[in-house]
């Protein structure tokens, strides 16, 4: 198979070019290295059936050729991180909407299956808003609440949301081979510590026996999931029939506190510095909204490929600390 992955030197994209590389696949990485880096395709670099491109996938004269020779397209390439996003507003807007137009429709215009990384900031703050007691799951169907223009934030979830519309669009009006997947949070080795994940950060902020920032009261909820069942899953849709025209959560039902989760953090990463509180304005400026809880129901997609999860946060936690230790210490 000839795969075009798009954003394939980021964090998933690069575990998920090594996974199809090794199924034989020929894969083609297209990624502008805004977030992601040359050194996560270190284990692919110069071997055959693989090439790295360097651009933007909002330039059609670079996208075109490489969507020409590709049978499926992993779309996963997108400004990421919170922190990026309130940071570069015009960027994340401008990238994300341009670069769903060129994608799809060179997809379409070659007969490529596009599967297209969504994400759980889609549905806003609706959990919150909806379920204020807290044992509801968001659902593939549910509506989407999110707040007002002003709050950056929304910008970033509406681009993605836009995303997905085109992709059902071509879909429905010419029945473009398209899967979509909102992740919710993926984790593991790799993963930037720099905009605003939480986990990577804590690990090095512990590693280096510095206290832990925890925004709010840390009594918000996420959930986590390894990024090795996340690729598992992706390539599964991929190659599901039935998966067509359709919308799957991707993430790890069960939650956690964020206090629970730098506990456990510290206790792995052997740190007995106590954490300090910020409130999110410090962190994100003015008019900044989390939300509570955002967990995923991730009823459908066991259904179409029988997903399972493997790693427990305590697995996830142990593999970052492991992978941070060689990167922190080989900074010291
Ligand atoms: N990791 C998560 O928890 C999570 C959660 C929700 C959604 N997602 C989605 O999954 C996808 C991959 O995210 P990730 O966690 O691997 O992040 P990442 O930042 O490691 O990967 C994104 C990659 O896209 C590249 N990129 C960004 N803009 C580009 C552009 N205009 N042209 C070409 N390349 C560009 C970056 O350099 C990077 O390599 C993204 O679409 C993201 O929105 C991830």
Redesign the pocket.
């Known amino acids: 198979m000839k795969v075009l992955i798009?954003?394939?030197?980021?964090?998933?994209?690069?575990r998920l070019a090594e996974l199809l590389h090794s199924h034989g696949d020929e894969i083609t990485v297209?990624?502008?290295?805004?977030?992601?880096?040359k050194e996560?395709l270190a284990g692919l670099e110069g071997k055959t059936g693989f090439r790295f491109v360097l651009?933007?996938?909002?330039?059609r004269s670079t996208v075109e050729p490489l969507v020409a020779q590709a049978e499926h397209v992993y779309?996963?390439?997108?400004?990421?991180?919170v922190k990026?996003i309130m940071d570069h507003p015009v960027l994340t807007i401008l990238?994300n909407v341009?670069?769903a137009d060129v994608m799809t429709e060179t997809a379409h215009k070659y007969g490529a299956k596009m599967l297209v990384?969504?994400?759980?900031?889609v549905y806003g703050r609706s959990l919150d808003l909806l379920d204020p007691t807290g044992t509801r799951k968001l659902a593939e169907e549910d509506y989407r609440i999110e707040g007002s223009t002003q709050n950056h934030r929304w910008a970033y979830a509406n681009t993605?949301a836009l995303d997905e519309f085109l992709a059902l669009a071509y879909y429905k009006e010419f029945g473009f081979q398209t899967v979509i997947v909102?992740?919710?949070?993926?984790?593991g080795p790799?993963?930037?510590s720099d905009?605003g994940?939480v986990i990577p950060n804590f690990v090095r902020r512990a590693l280096r026996k510095e206290p832990i920032e925890i925004y709010g009261t840390g009594e918000q909820k996420r959930s986590f999931?390894h990024?090795n069942d996340?690729i598992r899953a992706v390539v599964a849709l991929m190659n599901e029939p039935a998966a067509v025209g359709q919308v799957f959560n991707l993430g790890n039902p069960e939650e956690i506190t964020i206090n629970e989760l730098a506990r456990k953090v510290m206790a792995v990463a052997g740190s007995d510095v106590p954490p300090v509180y910020k409130d999110y304005q410090s962190a994100y400026g003015k008019g900044f909204e989390d939300m509570n809880r955002r967990t995923a129901d991730i009823t459908k997609i066991r259904a179409a490929i029988g997903f399972e999860i493997t790693y427990s946060i305590e697995e996830i936690i142990a593999d970052v600390v492991e992978y941070e230790r060689s990167v922190v210490y080989a900074n010291v």
Do not use: C, W
């Open positions: 798009t954003g394939g030197a980021g964090f998933i994209g690069s297209l990624d502008n290295l805004s977030t992601g880096r996560n651009g933007n996938v909002a330039d779309h996963l390439a997108a400004p990421v991180g990026r990238d341009r670069g990384a969504s994400t759980s900031e993605k909102r992740f919710f949070n993926t984790v790799r993963q930037l905009y994940m999931l990024v996340a």
